[in-house]
């Protein structure tokens, strides 16, 4: 059974510039949802993506977008990026009908914004 | 955002030593979780609580959901050095909403 899997590890931007981060599900999950660990704080829930459609988000402007592919996969893109941007992004995925006791978390993407 | 508050905030102990922190929200919760997170990894689900006043245990780890259903704990017994990391409660408001509100995180430290 293949893990949640993030690329690329780091990344670094640039303020102003537009970056993608992506997801590779758990086999078998149809649910991912995404969210922002600044450092040394909790993890915040950016949004969910459910059968390729936004299911829930939480509160971040309109510039951080995503995706879900027809394999589950994920796409996080963030447009115009700002200092406050740099994070740890985790996705995690899951099986809706199961509920968020089966998260299982990526090891995350790095982003340092300059 | 919003963010649960956990307490304390680090803590220093010895192998061997039990420990106790806590989650308090000002907000209703119907599930309780708590995570692990090691350095450069996702977090990781120890233990999940779903009614008001429950307990449950996960081998050295007990946890509680709180009767207010505004608050948790989570106790370790007898710790090891692999029990160092941070971590954190998260709580879910309903059932089949997966958004997950975590805390402000707990680091334990094991003194040699």
């Known amino acids: 059974e293949t893990g949640v899997t993030q690329s690329p590890t780091h990344l670094i931007k640039t303020r102003g510039q537009q970056v993608t981060l992506r997801c590779s599900s758990q086999?078998?999950?149809?649910?991912v949802s995404w969210y922002q660990q600044a450092l040394g704080q909790g993890p915040q829930f950016i949004f969910q993506y459910y059968r390729e459609e936004e299911n829930g988000r939480g509160n971040f402007p309109p510039r951080f977008s995503g995706l879900q592919f027809p394999n589950y996969s994920s796409e996080l893109n963030v447009n115009a990026l700002e200092l406050d941007d740099s994070a740890l992004y985790l996705c995690a995925s899951s099986t809706a009908l199961e509920g968020a006791e089966t998260q299982y978390f990526g090891p995350g993407t790095r982003l340092l914004v300059l | 955002g919003q963010q649960l508050n956990q307490s304390p905030q680090s803590m220093f102990i010895q192998e061997g030593e039990d420990v106790s922190m806590n989650c308090t929200s000002s907000?209703?919760?119907?599930?309780w979780l708590w995570y692990k997170q090691d350095p450069g990894e996702g977090p990781v689900l120890l233990i999940a609580l779903y009614k008001a006043g429950e307990l449950t245990s996960n081998g050295r780890l007990t946890a509680q959901f709180g009767i207010t259903r505004k608050d948790s704990f989570l106790n370790i017994s007898a710790s090891i050095p692999s029990d160092v990391g941070i971590y954190f409660c998260a709580g879910r408001t309903y059932f089949g909403n997966e958004k997950l509100t975590f805390g402000t995180g707990t680091r334990l430290t094991i003194i040699p």
């Open positions: 086999s078998g999950h149809n649910t």
């Open positions: 907000s209703i919760f119907n599930t």
